[in-house]
């Protein structure tokens, strides 16, 4: 089986404190065989660890979390930025253009700046014969998100999409989460996974679970650090 872990960010998302290297060399050193770097409304730090992928024995698929007017939406398979503060079914279909597929990450968690998909939000557009071929999958697992409960609604909801695919992510903005929340699936190439995440053949992994005033604490400290990493690459 491989191990996928689809939204992870970099010093080029505002909040971000790790670089693409580190990411890539953290993600090797845990398992992973496949990433997504999934950064706020930028797409610069993923196509840079695309390219360095084949360095670390491990395949990148270029991504991005959107920012749309209901919520954060992670894009996977696009190269390139999708406009932020559009309706979810409009940027969803936008995506699809762009060739990608969706998945609703950390659907209603609540927490420090985290922007959360609604329930109906997710069940209109699974109920949109056009946006319901590219929403794809549902994070049910975010090994990172503050509020516990929104992992146990997140799988409630999932079980009501029969093929929906579910999702394990760390939504690692610090390295040592990397890998913290996984996806299992069969085979070991980009190209295995979609093919699970398709079918809804997905599996999730749970790594160890860190309390919030850890994963907390570890990012204050991180991103006080990386701040002249992330100024550097800001435009
Ligand atoms: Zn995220």
Request: negative net charge.
């Amino acid at each position: 089986m491989g191990l996928a872990d689809l939204h992870i960010h970099t010093i080029y998302s505002y909040d971000g404190t790790a670089t693409v290297a580190g990411v890539l060399h953290r993600a090797q050193e845990v398992g992973l065989n496949v990433i997504a770097i999934t950064d706020h409304d930028e797409i610069k730090g993923s196509l840079k660890a695309f390219d360095l992928a084949p360095k670390f024995g491990i395949e990148v698929i270029p991504g991005i979390e959107i920012t749309t007017a209901e919520g954060d939406l992670l894009a996977l398979f696009v190269t390139e930025k999708i406009e932020p503060g559009l309706s979810l079914i409009g940027t969803i279909l936008k995506v699809g253009e762009a060739g990608g597929i969706c998945i609703a990450p950390h659907p209603m968690a609540r927490g420090m700046g985290m922007k959360s998909l609604s329930r109906s939000s997710i069940i209109q557009a699974l109920d949109h014969p056009e946006a319901s071929r590219i929403l794809i999958g549902i994070e049910t697992y975010n090994a990172t998100a503050l509020d516990r409960e929104s992992n146990a609604y997140a799988q409630i909801l999932a079980a009501e999409g029969p093929g929906i695919a579910q999702v394990g992510n760390s939504d690692a903005h610090i390295l040592e989460t990397i890998g913290l929340g996984a996806t299992e699936f069969l085979g070991y190439t980009a190209a295995d996974l979609l093919d699970a995440l398709w079918v809804g053949a997905t599996e999730v992994r749970r790594g160890a679970q860190l309390g919030s005033a850890r994963i907390l604490g570890s990012w204050a400290i991180n991103y006080v650090l990386s701040t002249p990493a992330r100024v550097a690459v800001a435009d």
